[in-house]
């Protein structure tokens, strides 16, 4: 999808998470943030029509070479729109509650087990300060990676294809949660729908120096 670019939908209702995220958390969330991250980009890509050819995830790929005047809001809102539509689809109800076949080898090789990943994870996550996110991506020699951006940087900017992400801003908890960030972590494994992050694993080529390489 290129400029003017449009909401996501989510795929599902907005209470199809709860009890671990609310209705009214996912309404705010998807509805307002999501939609001024979006809102935002466009109109920061308005008057370049130069770059209307290019998906959110290109500009943030490059965002060097940008016109200077368009950098900040294209990472900020152009983070913001992919950094929530990957959260929305990692989501999503069903699917398997654990990794398989390539991901569960290349995350017990990179991490030593699933648990081993999710404390990795979750201490990346709780101690971002501030606002931002946790992120397991493949790095570009297709390995796992797992850290933490601020803000909504997103791991695109540093040659990362994120494949597993939890936002941690108060407005992704608080009215649930308040303060309590390391229990809205624990409750969102819950979410993790892992064959759409094995899908992504597959489509960000992650593994494939192990197959290829010497
Ligand atoms: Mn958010």
């Known amino acids: 999808m290129s400029h003017p670019f449009q909401l996501p939908d989510l795929g599902y209702d907005h209470d199809a998470l709860e009890p671990h995220i609310d209705a009214r958390t996912m309404e705010i969330h ?6 001024a991250y979006t809102n935002k980009l466009n109109g920061a890509l308005e008057s370049h029509s130069e770059l209307h ?10 965002l060097g070479p940008l016109p200077e ?9 152009g983070g913001g729109y992919v950094n929530h539509k990957l959260f929305w689809e990692v989501m999503t109800p069903g699917g398997a509650e654990a990794p398989s076949g390539d ?8 991490f030593g087990s699933l648990d081993a990943f999710k404390s990795k994870f979750v201490a990346a996550a709780g101690a971002q300060f501030g606002s931002g996110w946790g992120w397991l991506c493949v790095d570009p020699f297709g390995d796992l990676a797992c850290f933490s951006t601020p803000n ?9 294809t994120p494949i597993l992400g939890v936002d941690v801003w108060e407005h992704a908890y608080y009215l649930n949660y308040q303060n309590r960030r390391p229990d809205y972590l624990d409750a969102w494994w819950n979410l993790v729908n892992w064959d759409v992050v094995g899908a992504k694993f597959a489509e960000a080529g992650g593994g494939w120096i192990h197959t290829y390489g010497g």
Not at 30 to 35: E, N, W
Not at 103 to 110: C, F, M, P, R
């Open 30 to 35: 998807h509805g307002k943030h999501h939609q």
């Open 53 to 62: 050819g290019y998906t959110a995830e290109q500009l943030l790929m490059a």
């Open 69 to 77: 005047d368009i950098q900040g809001a294209v990472r900020n809102n």
């Open 103 to 110: 991901l569960a080898t290349a995350i017990d090789g990179a």
């Open 152 to 160: 909504q940087d997103s791991p695109l900017m540093t040659g990362h």
